[in-house]
């Protein structure tokens, strides 16, 4: 009678414990499929086949080999990148943000002091080309997966109205399971003879999951190569 009443709790036990996982996963798929339902998936690795000119070439072969020797060779299965680029890094960009920051040195003096290789003339782009908004395209070579998110897609990954969540990063990671985070770039600064790029990433990966650097990348035998990194923050 005791071994029957064992086999009968161990048998209810399984049940229960099975159920849990069930109502487990069926909750993640129904907050996929509202997901899914709401933005439909973008298509993955879909670069237009245009003629590029010799900047635009650089901007996205710089790009791409950030993201390939960053992210890639650090085992990301999926890169989601912010399609709306917005300028650099405020705090060491903007004389007035830095100095409220306590940083009393120009832009240009205190990367050098970290990065000794770079030349005036590529920070100097930098500067100019923060100034400018663009929306990324579907041109970056990559040894791995990638999609461009559009700046309404992740307002609506944020919305409580989107899911009654109210999380983002709950939403996002529901919507992009393999991902390694947010990816964000600002744009390219080169110098005049495009064979040094300066660049500012940002990678957030949930609410204190984050960094951002500015990256130094030199064109070497026809191929950009990281040669520098100055790490500016990290939560």
């Not at 120009?106 to 990065?115: D, H």
Request: aromatic share 10%; with cysteine.
């Amino acid at each position: 009678m005791i071994t029957r009443t064992r086999l009968a709790v161990a048998l209810l036990t399984f049940i229960v414990g099975l159920a849990g996982v069930w109502l487990t996963d069926l909750g993640s798929q129904l907050t996929g499929a509202v997901i899914d339902r709401l933005m439909p998936t973008p298509t993955l690795d879909a670069p237009a086949d245009v003629a590029l000119s010799d900047s635009t070439a650089d901007t996205y072969a710089v790009y791409s080999a950030v993201l390939n020797t960053m992210f890639v060779r650090d085992g990301a299965r999926l890169l989601v990148i912010e399609r709306q680029i917005n300028g650099g890094c405020p705090a060491c960009e903007d004389p007035t943000i830095a100095q409220q920051m306590g940083q009393s040195e120009p832009f240009i003096p205190t990367v050098q002091k970290a990065m000794q290789a770079a030349q005036p003339d590529t920070l100097n782009d930098y500067l100019a080309q923060t100034k400018h908004e663009q929306q990324l395209k579907w041109l970056f070579d990559l040894k791995g997966r990638y999609v461009l998110v559009e700046a309404s897609e992740l307002n609506k990954l944020g919305s409580r109205e989107f899911t009654g969540l109210g999380d983002f990063w709950r939403n996002f990671y529901a919507r992009y399971p393999a991902a390694h985070g947010l990816i964000s770039f600002s744009n390219v600064g080169f110098n005049q003879a495009h064979t040094q790029a300066f660049v500012y990433v940002v990678n957030t990966c949930g609410g204190l999951c984050g960094s951002g650097r500015y990256v130094l990348l030199e064109k070497r035998a026809g191929a950009w190569e990281i040669i520098d990194q100055m790490g500016l923050w990290v939560s």
